[in-house]
């Protein structure tokens, strides 16, 4: 079984560079779909087991897909099945989001049921009000989802209950083919919804208002394949920022858009983390002692939710109580129980986690529960007494290219075993 061990108590320094973001690359890899002509180049593609899934799936719905490191070739112009099936959709939920393309080009579509996951239900009806309102119909069989159009789909003004970011993608991706104009009400704002609206208007698409409550699409005949950089991630150059805070070292971090983290970066800078700008790179610098602070997580430009359990390992180490609060997903706190078996103090109330930070952490054998409580885990024994053991990789390795490489060059004593390189 592969594990990470890391030994708390080293400094950091030094640098470290950002990948392209996995919560932006996956969703443009589904609107890769939508182009009947061409192919699309897409560069800075982080190397994630996420990544290898998405491609694996749309070869399976017959594209031709060239996956080279951290660049990513998708010719889509073949006649494509529309049948995305469970294997694939079921290991990751970004699945889902073929489910626009393949409405938007083929008027039909039928995809696996997702399901929950561990950190909470996952709902897809504003999906599936959003593409009823633009005169889709489903039906729920044998675990699948058919969706079907009688002709195009049609432009529609949709009013979304809650800015979702996977229905904002899905419904922007369907509505970008549709026949007349689509307008997206109480839309999500995230920076990955701007860059994919780029990719696609790069395609061809006819998309304003990416980034704002109000997104306006006009439908088009075809789109047409492009060439596309994508984004830095924010939530690994946010995951980076908390390793240096924890530790109190000062680190450079690459390759950022700093723009993408304000709400991170104000709430690190009330922590009393000083950050010093310099074109893409930011100087992350910690004052030696930390103040507690309150934070909620809310849809963007609010505290993302994905940074929510590596706070929770910074808060663990500054003295006084802090309270965390998740209002995005119901069971993202699977990670308390772990922090708790290193000496942490955090008790529960509703999706309140109230933490009292500043006690010694303690070294112990802790379980991944999803990608960033696996990076929060390897976070916190940054600064525990002893050994730290992290298993369940699966879920970092979503999300994180080469995490204890990156951190043993900054200096972390950290290394990954596997039973394998152990026999040797
Ligand atoms: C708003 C938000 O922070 N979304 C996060 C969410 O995106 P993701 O696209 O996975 O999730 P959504 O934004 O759609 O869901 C956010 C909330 O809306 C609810 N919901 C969603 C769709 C729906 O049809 N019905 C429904 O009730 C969900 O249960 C959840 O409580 O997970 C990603 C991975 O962690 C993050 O990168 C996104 O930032
Ligand atoms: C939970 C995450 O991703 P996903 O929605 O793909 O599970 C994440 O990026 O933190």
Redesign the pocket.
């Known amino acids: 079984m592969e594990r990470i061990i890391v030994k708390g108590g080293r400094k950091l320094s030094g640098s470290v560079k950002i990948e392209g973001a996995k919560?932006a690359v996956l969703p443009i890899l589904a609107a890769s779909l939508l182009a009947s002509e061409g192919q699309s180049v897409i560069r800075n593609v982080p190397e994630l087991s996420d990544v290898s899934t998405l491609a694996d799936l749309l070869s399976i719905l017959k594209a031709d897909v060239e996956v080279d490191k951290t660049k990513v070739i998708v010719d889509a112009s073949n006649e494509l099945s529309t049948h995305a099936p469970y294997e694939l959709v079921s290991k990751m939920?970004?699945s889902m989001l073929v489910m626009g393309p393949l409405l938007g080009r083929y008027g039909k579509c039928e995809v696996a049921m997702p399901g929950g996951c561990a950190?909470?239900?996952?709902?897809?009806?504003?999906?599936?009000?959003g593409f009823e309102k633009m005169g889709a119909t489903f039906n729920t069989m044998d675990g699948f989802i058919e969706g079907k159009v009688d002709g195009r789909l049609k432009g529609a003004k949709i009013l979304l209950?809650?800015?979702?970011?996977?229905?904002?993608?899905n419904l922007m991706m369907g509505a970008a083919l549709a026949d007349g104009i689509t307008v997206i009400e109480n839309a999500?704002m995230?920076p990955?919804i701007v860059d994919l609206a780029n990719y696609i208007n790069r395609m061809g698409g006819k998309i304003s208002g990416a980034g704002t409550g109000r997104m306006r699409i006009v439908g088009v005949e075809n789109l047409i394949g492009t060439k596309h950089q994508v984004i830095p991630d924010r939530?690994e150059a946010g995951t980076f920022m908390v390793a240096a805070a924890i530790t109190r070292s000062e680190i450079e971090i690459q390759n950022v858009v700093i723009e993408h983290l304000s709400a991170v970066v104000s709430k690190l800078e009330e922590i009393g983390v000083r950050f010093v700008e310099d074109g893409e790179n930011v100087r992350v610098i910690p004052n030696e002692v930390l103040k507690s602070a309150d934070i909620k997580?809310?849809?963007?430009p609010g505290f993302?939710?994905?940074m929510q359990s590596q706070m929770m390992a910074l808060l663990l180490s500054v003295e006084g109580t802090s309270i965390l609060t998740e209002t995005?997903?119901?069971n993202r706190f699977m990670h308390v129980t772990e922090f708790n078996s290193m000496n942490a103090d955090i008790s529960l109330q509703d999706n309140h986690a109230v933490i009292r930070g500043g006690r010694e952490l303690h070294g112990a054998r802790v379980k991944a529960t999803d990608l960033?409580s696996a990076a929060a885990l390897v976070l916190a024994g940054l600064v525990a007494e002893g050994y730290t053991i992290v298993t369940e990789l699966k879920h970092l390795d979503r999300g994180y290219v080469n995490f204890h490489g990156k951190l043993a060059k900054l200096g972390a004593n950290i290394e990954r075993v596997s039973d394998e390189s152990e026999d040797e």
């Open positions: 919560n939920r970004a950190i909470g239900s996952r709902p897809i009806e504003q999906h599936l009000k209950d809650f800015p979702s970011v996977g229905a904002t993608q999500a995230e990955e939530i997580t809310l849809p963007h993302p939710t994905d995005i997903f119901e960033r």
